[in-house]
T-cell receptor
Framework: KQEVTQIPAALSVPEGENLVLNCSFT??????LQWFRQDPGKGLTSLLL?????REQTSGRLNASLDKSSGRSTLYIAASQPGDSATYLC??????????????FGAGTRLTVKP | EAEVAQSPRYKITEKSQAVAFWCDPI?????LYWYRQILGQGPELLVQ????????DSQLPKDRFSAERLKGVDSTLKIQPAELGDSAMYLC??????????????FGPGTRLTVT
């Protein structure tokens, strides 16, 4: 069974700092990996999706990398802002041709960016 | 921009009562998912639909939970009777059918259930 772990569980940084969030998974047979943002009491917003054949994806100040063989992904946030404060979750999708999409989530990293 | 709609956003109910949640996926998305997220944890899949058919409900507590998607569009998740341990965020997501475009799932705002 795929297990997804995110470290650290919580992180507090001053505004302007660059930071890295970590995600590890036990089964390297994945189809893709997705990073989400969740604000308190809200739903999930997709940030980046990396296909298993890709090494990284970038969107604005966010960069996600994937090392499938070692079961790791990182989310890099450049020049952090107070508005980046949220919980960040990673999730992995199993390899096709499964009919069901049993996406497995980590518990998330709760990020606080202090002004 | 197309979004997944959910209602209600918040629900408070007493133990042993029935409760229902509604989800309307993005138009054209054949696959619909219901997740439960306990505070401090990641979401866990309860049930997955492909059109109107259940693809996976292995994690759905079938003695009290039921889900349907009669016309293959919107969906209802029901709990009867509710228990204290059901307090959680219930998230709905949708995606294109498996095999198309990388399984990217789009989530609704969720329904926060509190059972007293």
């Amino acid at each position: 069974k795929q297990e997804v772990t995110q470290i650290p569980a919580a992180l507090s940084v001053p505004e302007g700092e660059n930071l890295v969030l970590n995600c590890s998974f036990t089964d390297s047979a994945i189809y893709n990996l997705q990073w989400f943002r969740q604000d308190p009491g809200k739903g999930l917003t997709s940030l980046l999706l990396i296909q298993s054949s890709q090494r990284e994806q970038t969107s604005g100040r966010l960069n996600a990398s994937l090392d499938k063989s070692s079961g790791r992904s990182t989310l890099y946030i450049a020049a952090s802002q107070p508005g980046d404060s949220a919980t960040y979750l990673c999730a992995v999708n199993p390899t096709l041709p499964y009919n069901n999409n049993d996406m497995r989530f980590g518990a998330g990293t709760r990020l606080t960016v202090k002004p | 921009e197309a979004e997944v709609a959910q209602s209600p956003r918040y629900k408070i109910t007493e133990k042993s009562q029935a409760v229902a949640f509604w989800c309307d996926p993005i138009s054209g998305h054949a696959t619909l998912y219901w997740y439960r997220q306990i505070l401090g944890q990641g979401p866990e899949l309860l049930v997955q639909f492909q059109d109107e058919s259940v693809v996976d409900d292995s994690q759905l507590p079938k003695d009290r939970f039921s889900a349907e998607r009669l016309k293959g569009v919107d969906s209802t998740l029901k709990i009867q009777p509710a228990e204290l341990g059901d307090s959680a965020m219930y998230l709905c997501a949708s995606s294109l059918a498996p095999g198309e475009m990388a399984y990217e799932q789009y989530f609704g705002p969720g329904t926060r259930l509190t059972v007293t």
